[in-house]
């Protein structure tokens, strides 16, 4: 009795504890993220901008990102957990609700209504489906990796290879105040990797079908 009467509890616990995440949860607003895009068209809104840190790369395509992803990140900049200064600087400035009206206008921005994607992503060569099943890859990010299982896990088909890899090699890095990225599960695929090996998967990845895109915005038109 005493045991199950301690499962209850925990059970009870565990219910309010997920009621109260989605009553705190943020609705975004993509007419009201639109009037707040201007920190963002400077770079995100330029086709083929380069930043140069913490080396040259593209930044990444976020028109057709997933809204609750595209919040994950921002949350992860202002907490710490991802540490890039220029992004840190322009998180800290945003509310809750400041990132998910941001999210919800990049998702729908230059979305294709019909535009299809495969079911299944094209296999790559022997050597990229080895590199895949050794990241275990398809199981977050779906088998297309256009689909991930969860809203909050990032669509990464057709992003730009020099930043995947650059985003993966964060991953690796550990005790630096202004590169890395703190996440238990990537860090861990991350690792398994040679620079070499995350530099082949990200360019296979880079060169899949997929939604994401960089849309001209504003004076850059």
Known sequence: MNKFLSLLSVLLVACA???SAHA?????DAKAGEKKIAMCVGCHGIQG????????YKVPKISGQGAKYIVSALSA??????????MRGIADNLSDQDMADLAAYYESHGKVDGAMVPAKAPDGSAKVAELVKKGACVSCHGDNFNKPIDPSYPKIAGQYADYLFVALKSYKTDNNTKVGRANGIMGGVAK???????????????ALPGELKTVPQGKFR
């Open 49 to 56: 901008y380069q930043a140069s840190f913490p080396e040259i």
């Open 192 to 206: 398994q990797y040679s620079n070499a090996e995350l530099k082949e998967l990200a360019g296979y990845l880079s």
């Open 77 to 86: 900049y202002k907490k710490g957990d991802r540490k890039h200064p220029t």
């Open 24 to 28: 705190q949860e943020v609705k975004g």
């Open 17 to 19: 504890t997920v009621s």
